[in-house]
């Protein structure tokens, strides 16, 4: 058994390359943080066993956040392993850096330069670089299979190489670490990252004073790289620095105006006009060709209204079916949500947006979370982990479930298309932005009292713009379609049919069309109905959904088709509207205040599981807590404020609200006077002692 550990900065294609190495699919990203545990897999060549380890992204062997320092621990702890270190030939000057590091420590090294440019910015020569560096250097393409049997090979013959001298090391100056007991002459490593004042090999020779000399070896170890790039590359410009389109979309004054103009593009593209054609046109075909034969065969066999035929026109087509016509639109997103990392884009929205979360308690880091929580909450709450701050991961993760999940967009297609028609496009990006809203306030809110951050590090690199790899694109694509499938076939289908039972069967466990008609969550349902008044919508079937959601927020949907008896060529969004259906809208103001609450309620089961193994069952406690507490008052004015409208007309609902708005910030206002500190004679806050009063 061959081991190898993969090593290198983030961004630099360590995963694409495990990948390709091993036949995972693990995701990839354009950016540092998406691998944020160690991955392991075991794979065959040429009858050899090798079982590869792939790190999250580390800039040196001094770890400044929690995926480095899950990087350098096992590094540390696995000296005898092969080290396979990923560069970007785009980026040597700064990849290399880790390389001295990883040779200092006198690990076996193979570095693969990985470039995926086809017309890279220098031409290198890679003998020369082997021999200065002497190492084995693997030139590479870490998305193309063919390309990385060379590493293979390189792998399966790796020999050690003793001979691995830094001729900079020799200038350093290390008279200061004389004194240190148990520090042996020939432990380089040791000795740099004492100078480095490394906390953790301070602790090993109990040291106490700082010696403040890391910016001495930095400048020690770039001078090297420096001459080694110098002699192996055809060009001085050894790192690729900012494109001309970044000064457009990185722009003080155009960057968030871009930001939101490319993803109300995804949106209208991914929920209507294309989404739209096509989940149409599967729609038609699952009906024509699977449910409307089946369905006409199960009565032909087992009748009308039976418990078979029931159970499937109601769990199987009215709601599995529902829910599975909305495929092609979920694979509309994560594909746009794909071409945007592949671009290098999203590495520029954290840019973008580190200055203003930074004002609430995040960081550019909470960005990438963030924005994976509009694909999937579950997975999105697992990259908080890159969060060093303690308090700023508790919040990102908390804050994730606000951001409107792929699972709770055919809510918003279903029940918002069916009262707002065209203007549906509207409700929706209202939807998707009041999530960001909530999430941004309730982090400046848990920033003042009880959660405040630390000042935290945030090192972003810009990748360069690239075009699109199909091949990965599909292999995202496929892997979240397939996810898709297997809760639509699993957890879905068993939600629905334990929904369909509950709602045909009564407390005594008799078929309703037996005789008695009150089905057990129609008895559920009535008991919790009163609370949701307030909100515009209190039927049992919508309060019976909505628990039902806590599962799979998918379900919301399955249980309102299978309540209001949506069957085969029956339009769901008709009987929403009907009155005496079990799921029924009075008026537009009772959808809105629904849609708001679907947006912002209690997560589901999956994503609740993963926050209490990430911050811990007290907080998750507290974010469920708040998260409901927020998603009625919300409902609640949304559908006050509506219904009022309706009523009353807009221009009068605004002079309202407007005057509201003035009294409370008066009240403020007034508050503010009252707290602030008498000013002295000269206009100066002074304390008793001012000297300005003498």
Known sequence: MIDVILVGNPNTGKTTLFNSLTGAHEHVGNWHGVTVERKEKTYSYKGAEIRVVDLPGIYSLTPLSFEESEGTTFLRSHRDMLVVNICDGSNLQRNLYLTLGLLEAGFNVILAVNQIDKRPICKIDFRQLESLLKVKVVPINASSKKSVDCLNEAIISFSPNKSKSLPYVQNLYFSPLSDIKNLKKEDIFSKIKLLEDDEDVKKQFGVERDFNMMESV???????????????????????GQSKLDKVLLNRFLAFPIFILILCTVFYLTFFSIGRMLSDGLNFLLNSLIFNPLLDFLIKNFGEGGIVVGLFDGAL??????????????ALLFFFLTLLEETGYLSRVAFVFDDILSKVGLSGKSVYTLLMGFGCSTTAVLTARNMEDKNSKIKTALLTPYMSCSAKFPIYAVLGGAMFGANNIFVIIGLYFLGVVVAVGLSYILEKTILKSKAQSFILEFPPYRGMSFKKTFSVLWQNVKLFLVRVGGLILAMNVIVWIMSNFTIKFSFIGQGERVSILQTLGMVLSPIFIPLGFNSWGLVSALIAGVVAKEVVVSSIAMFNGT??????????????????FANASSVLSFLVFCLLYVPCVATSSVLLKEIGGKWTFIGIVLEFVIAYILAMLTYSISRSIEVFGFFK???????????????????????????????????KDCPHKK
Do not use: H, W
Not at 218 to 240: P, T, W
């Open 218 to 240: 930095a400048l020690a170890r770039y001078g090297y790289i420096d001459n080694v790039l110098f002699s192996c590359c055809s060009a001085k410009a050894y790192a690729y």
């Open 653 to 687: 609902v605004a002079i309202i609200l407007f005057a509201i708005l003035v009294v409370i910030a008066s009240f403020v206002y007034l508050v503010k006077r009252i707290k602030k500190k008498k000013l002295c004679p000269y206009g100066f806050e002074c304390d």
């Open 317 to 330: 087509v009215g709601g599995v079916g529902t829910i599975v016509s909305f495929l092609p639109q979920v």
């Open 567 to 584: 069957t085969v060529g029956n339009n769901l969004a008709d009987t929403v509207f009907m009155a005496g259906s079990a799921a029924y």
